[in-house]
């Protein structure tokens, strides 16, 4: 059994910032990539931003220079900087992580169960 649990949604005013996080936990061998992606009410789930194992990053053009995403991977957990935020990066925000399981060395697609973010005045 593996977990990821987000924290760190809520409600910021425009030009605020929140930093958003993802444990994992269970029965993990190690952690692949491992990113963020957002939904907005009425949209499709988007990429905001990937880590690999290596620390190789790469973001949506509308975050670029505004969030930052990062690991700690001896704690396995995800980090997920947002500065500069505006309305329109109101969303559900979810992790995932490609992990590697235990015993079997399985290869274990996993999704947070997502994390409220409101930017509004």
């Known amino acids: 059994q593996v977990q990821l649990v987000e924290s760190g949604g809520g409600l910021v005013q425009p030009g605020g910032s929140l930093r958003l996080s993802c444990a994992a936990s269970?029965?993990?061998?190690?952690?692949?990539?491992m990113g963020w992606y957002r939904q907005a009410p009425g949209k499709q789930r988007e990429l905001v931003a990937v880590?690999?194992?290596?620390?190789?990053?790469k973001y949506a053009d509308s975050v670029k220079g505004r969030f930052t995403i990062s690991r700690d991977n001896a704690k396995n957990t995800l980090y997920l900087q947002m500065n500069s935020l505006k309305t329109e990066d109101t969303a559900v925000y979810y992790c995932?992580?490609?992990?590697?399981?235990?015993?079997?060395?399985?290869?274990?697609?996993?999704w947070g169960q997502g994390t409220q973010v409101t930017v509004s005045s």
């Open positions: 995932n992580a490609v992990i590697v399981v235990t015993i079997t060395r399985y290869e274990y697609d996993g």
């Open positions: 269970g029965s993990i061998f190690s952690i692949n990539a």
């Open positions: 880590i690999t194992s290596g620390g190789s990053t």
